[in-house]
């Protein structure tokens, strides 16, 4: 009997862990842009896709891999230079932007897509 509540309270241990560690997973990562779109646009990055609308880009189902200076340039490839990069719990810090931002699209080119 004793087995069965350990088993137990280990089982509803490891669901609400479980449901904990989901629920991070799917905080919205947003790239404030320092340009907005023209147009509504789709990006992949990070394992992610992009919605971007104006001078914001969201990602509301990211993977793990998301939030890195990698991603950051897909998205700064399509859209142009990004000023901020991340979700309420990290950001990319100044020097990963900057990093990220050596690849960015010039505003112009993005108008013209």
Known sequence: ?????????????????????????????????????????????????????????????????TIATASCKELAKSVGPVASFGDARKQLADDKLAACNTVATPATMVAGR
């Open 1 to 65: 009997m004793k087995l069965h509540l350990v088993l137990a309270a280990a089982t509803a241990f490891a669901s609400v862990s479980f449901a904990a560690v989901t629920a991070d997973a799917a905080e919205p990562v947003v790239a404030k842009l320092r340009d907005a779109v023209p147009a509504k646009t789709k990006v992949i990055a990070g394992g992610a896709v992009f919605i971007c609308e104006g001078a914001d880009c969201v990602a509301a189902a990211p993977a793990s891999r």
